[in-house]
């Protein structure tokens, strides 16, 4: 009877260990190439900074990647332009605010290859984050070419532009029954691109007919799109913006999204 206990013991640990393992197993990455800034610190070295995991000042995403590694995601960067090898294994692949010659001099910028490679890859199953910026703070031009094949546009059109602490201008509503935020109420983005949209695309979030946020099935794939890099820490720290704006419980329902669209998951 003890033998039989034990083995049945055993076959409940291995169980566990599956389990575990298979949530390990997920692994988003944050790209590292096409976002590549850099400043000098107090010892005179270059350094990234400015959405990166790594950054846990108000410039990076270092509580986002705290959220991801709660929800069983192996949290890492891609440092060189995507290739279908390099993409290989990953689940979710983030581009978060392409350089432009204001914020890198000499910036990496998203070519044909790359282009192919990641629309192959999403085609197969993979997951694509898109957040880029309003045009005069990031290089919408080859972050477009890539978007139009999932019937996404980043526009040179901007909204939400805050001025001081007028907090109202940067509100963006939540609609009831939305598939990706269904508990969230209320966002603050500001400054943000607004989205034009092709099939296979379709608007998640819509304010005053300007749409803020859009999915789109490609093949086994998923891309989910803003104009804005939107969860750094500085807007889900909850110390900088007023307690009404539920960012970090958007950010939290985003990552449980962007982990359900993950085939055979």
């Given amino acids: 009877m003890r033998l039989k206990n034990f083995g049945f013991s055993l076959m409940i640990l291995f169980s566990s260990v599956s389990i575990s393992n298979a949530q390990r197993d997920k692994v988003v990455t944050l790209d590292n190439f096409f976002n590549h800034e850099t400043k000098k610190n107090k010892d005179g070295n270059e350094i990234r900074f400015h959405y990166t995991w790594e950054d846990q000042t108000l410039n990076g995403y270092s509580i986002l990647g705290d959220i991801f590694k709660k929800n069983g995601f192996q949290i890492k960067n891609l440092d060189n332009g995507p290739t279908l090898k390099s993409l290989k294994g990953n689940d979710v692949y983030i581009i978060v605010d392409p350089d432009n010659t204001k914020e890198n001099p000499n910036p990496n910028y998203i070519n044909k290859d790359h282009i192919k490679a990641i629309t192959k890859w999403v085609k197969a199953g993979g997951v694509l984050v898109l957040l880029a910026n ?13 978007a139009e094949n999932f019937g996404i546009n980043f526009s040179n059109k901007s909204r939400n532009m805050v001025k001081g602490k007028n907090y109202e201008t940067g509100t963006v509503n939540i609609p009831f029954g939305n598939e990706v935020f269904t508990a969230s109420k209320k966002f603050y983005i500001k400054e943000l691109s607004i989205l034009q949209l092709n099939p296979p695309a379709q608007a998640l979030i819509t304010e005053q007919n300007d749409v803020i946020m859009a999915t789109a099935k490609y093949g086994k794939g998923t891309v989910f ?28 329902e985003l990552v449980k999204w962007l982990s359900s669209r993950i085939p055979h998951q």
């Fill in 134 to 146: 309003d045009s005069a703070n990031t290089n919408l031009t080859q972050l477009n070419i890539l």
């Fill in 225 to 252: 799109a803003l104009g804005d890099p939107w969860i750094y820490n500085e807007y889900v720290d909850g110390t900088r913006i007023p307690s009404t704006y539920e960012n970090y419980n958007g950010a939290v």
